[in-house]
Nanobody
Framework: QVQLVESGGGLVQAGGSLRLSCAASGSTFSDYAMGWFRQAPGREREFVAAISWSGGTTWYPDSVKGRFTISRDNAKNTVYLKMNSLKPEDTAVYYC???????????????WGKGTLVTVSS
């Protein structure tokens, strides 16, 4: 059974940084692209970063481009999301998810973590 466990969330002041981690188990981690999503109260889930199986390709929406960086360590079965210049509107529960394929896709996630809360104070 595939498990994804996020960590690293917390409370940070606007302008600060956090690094989220997602540890994967139960499958060959390096075979799959991964993604990070977020969902704020009352808002739809938003895709904030994706990375291909090798780490060679990444994708970000305009809302986080230049501030967030996704990376992965296939030896550690872990994907990371480094978030800089955080804004109050970045406050959300952040989830990692596995794409059921090697290359980035914005749909078709087959496994999800339970999320980690990021709160950015103004």
């Amino acid at each position: 059974q595939v498990q994804l466990v996020e960590s690293g969330g917390g409370l940070v002041q606007a302008g600060g940084s956090l690094r989220l981690s997602c540890a994967a188990s139960g499958s060959t981690f390096s075979d799959y692209a991964m993604g990070w999503f977020r969902q704020a109260p009352g808002r739809e889930r938003e895709f904030v970063a994706a990375i291909s199986w090798s780490g060679g390709t990444t994708w970000y929406p305009d809302s986080v481009k230049g501030r967030f960086t996704i990376s992965r360590d296939n030896a550690k079965n872990t994907v990371y999301l480094k978030m800089n210049s955080l804004k109050p509107e970045d406050t959300a529960v952040y989830y990692c998810a596995r794409t059921g394929r090697r290359e980035i896709a914005l749909t078709g996630m087959d496994y999800w973590g339970k999320g980690t809360l990021v709160t950015v104070s103004s």
